[in-house]
Nanobody, 123 residues
């Protein structure tokens, strides 16, 4: 069974940091692009960040550029999202995703996704 399991969410004050992790199991994702979506209450799911299968290409939504960093550990089939300078508007459920290419993730399309982890930023 293919699973993407997110962890690392929580409650943090504005200006703080969190590091999200996504562990893949059930198959290898070494040839997949991976990334993160988020969905705030009452809003549509939106793209946050994506990383290519080899870790060379990274892409970010304008709203998080310069504050979030995506990385991956291919050997462990794990992807990370380092979130710094958090703002209340970053509050959302964050979902890990895997797709054949980064273009799909940027378009909020994926072949696999996790259950999500809640991130709450207080002002």
């Amino acid at each position: 069974q293919v699973q993407l399991v997110e962890s690392g969410g929580g409650l943090v004050q504005a200006g703080g940091s969190l590091r999200l992790s996504c562990a893949a199991s059930g198959r290898t994702f070494s040839s997949y692009a991976m990334g993160w979506f988020r969905q705030a209450p009452g809003k549509e799911r939106e793209f946050v960040a994506a990383i290519s299968w080899n870790g060379i290409g990274t892409y970010y939504a304008d709203s998080v550029k310069g504050r979030f960093t995506i990385s991956r550990n291919a050997a462990r089939d794990t992807v990370y999202l380092q979130m710094d300078s958090l703002k209340p508007e970053d509050t959302a459920i964050y979902y890990c995703a895997a797709a054949r290419n980064t273009g799909s993730i940027v378009k909020v399309q994926s072949d696999y996704w996790g259950q999500g982890t809640q991130v709450t930023v207080s002002s």
